[in-house]
């Protein structure tokens, strides 16, 4: 029994086959010999049915092998009143499989190649996932990259700790004067370096003598003097600075009028102390206020000339301003000396007052032109008021070279002059 049922489904398998169907057709007949049941016939019987209707298309496809026309209700839709398909235009009388052959294949849709994308798990303590595109970027070519500009470094022994801007187009080299403080060749500003800086540097000041004591030499007489003051200058902090000077002086007299022979002395004078400490500085307008003391010390030899003997005190102010380019200085100065009795001044010294102008123009970074007006009051000395103009050279960050030259207006002191020749150098360390 269950031989006989495989044997009917294998056979209704092999008859169910297109392929097998086109092969081999059984009639009824055929099957009804081979001693097959009822049932089995009237399944063979419905395939044959099946295959010999596709075999007699064209009675269901009308004598002119097309199909009928698909007709639309008026006022459904926009479309068209009546739409037909094309004619099938092939050999229908043949086999199945010629059929197929005759109706074209549909065109592949071309699609754009992709890259394939690779899937991460991403941070698992998050339980993310990131997805990574594997597609190429077009990236420009390494020629067209903008090509970095030339960047100039400063030199190693730059050192802005000596320099402020001005007006944001030079800087204003902050170089020492006379006394040591920052400043022009005599006049001192209210500017102080930044805290930890360092100047140390002199001013040599020639001059031939044209007075002794409010006297004019005579044609046999002469005398020059050379004075050297040499300063050291240390900022504390960005408003203090301390500076302390040893003069060197020397100076030949030939006069038989006041002395018997010539007088020619060389030496260390009296050194001097002092303090600037800024007050206020106020950017608004621009302008900056200190305030100083200084103490000379009688290091020089009073019988020489080369000192007073005593000890001075000083106090003074200072004041700057800057109008664009152009900064404007101020100095009132008040000095209390030790009233010595000297062979010079029996009757004393007195004390002395002074006071000081300057402007500077920084033309470059590296000049600076100066103009100044200087003036004393000390009682028996009697008064001197001279202009100086004066330039200042920076060749780098760390030199400053000074060049003025003291024109007297009046002088009844000890030793006057005509002019001046001052010579300055000006150092700077951190």
């Known amino acids: 029994m269950k031989r006989n049922t495989a044997i009917v489904a294998l056979a209704a398998w092999l008859l169910a086959s297109p392929a097998w169907a086109q092969s081999y057709s059984y009639s009824q007949q055929q099957v009804r010999q081979n001693g097959f049941s009822n049932s089995m016939q009237t399944a063979v019987s419905r395939t044959a049915d099946q295959y010999s209707a596709t075999q007699n298309a064209p009675q269901y496809l009308g004598q002119s092998g097309t199909l009928p026309p698909i007709t639309v209700a008026p006022g459904s839709s926009p479309a068209p009143q009546q739409m037909s398909l094309p ?72 050192d802005t700790m000596m320099t402020v801007p001005l007006e944001e187009a030079v800087t204003r080299v902050l170089a020492c004067n006379m006394s040591g403080f920052t400043g022009l060749t005599h006049t001192t500003s209210a500017d102080v370096s930044k805290a930890g800086s360092f100047k140390m540097g002199f001013h040599s000041s020639w001059f ?51 002395w018997t022979r010539d007088i020619s002395e060389s030496g260390s004078g009296d050194s001097k102390l002092g303090f600037k400490y800024r007050i206020f500085d106020n950017p608004q307008y621009q302008m900056r206020g200190a305030f100083g003391l200084g103490f000379k010390f009688p290091t020089g030899n009073d019988s020489k000339g080369l000192g007073t003997g005593k000890t001075d005190f000083e106090i003074f102010t200072a004041f700057s301003k800057s109008y664009e380019k152009i900064v404007g200085h101020l100095n009132l100065g008040y000095v209390m000396t030790g009233d010595p009795n000297t062979q010079f001044y029996p009757d004393g010294l007195a004390d002395k007052f002074y006071y000081n102008i300057g402007i500077e123009y920084p033309h470059t970074h590296n000049v600076t032109v100066m103009a100044e007006l200087a003036g004393e009051d000390w009682g028996a000395e009697g008064l001197k008021v001279d202009v100086i103009p004066g330039l200042r ?12 030259v003291p024109i007297s207006v009046t002088n009844d002191q000890r030793y006057g002059y005509n002019y001046r020749l001052v010579l300055g150098l000006t150092t700077f360390f951190q």
């Open 393 to 404: 050279y920076t060749p780098t960050e760390n030199f400053a070279f000074e060049l003025a």
């Open 87 to 158: 004619p099938i235009t092939g050999n229908v009388s043949g086999s199945s499989s010629g059929l197929s052959s005759q109706i074209a294949a549909p065109v592949p849709v071309q699609r754009p190649q992709r890259a394939p994308v690779v899937r991460s798990n991403g941070n698992r303590a998050t339980g993310g996932s990131e997805i990574y595109s594997q597609e190429p970027l077009n990236l420009p070519p390494v020629t067209t990259l903008p090509v970095p500009s030339r960047t100039v470094l400063p030199p190693l022994y730059s």
């Open 208 to 258: 031939d003598l044209d007075r002794v004591y409010d006297r004019q030499l005579a044609s046999n007489e002469s005398g020059d003097m050379l004075e050297l003051p040499i300063f050291f200058n240390y900022a504390v902090t960005d408003d203090l600075e301390i500076i302390y000077t040893i003069p060197v002086v020397d100076y030949t007299i030939k006069s038989r009028i006041l």
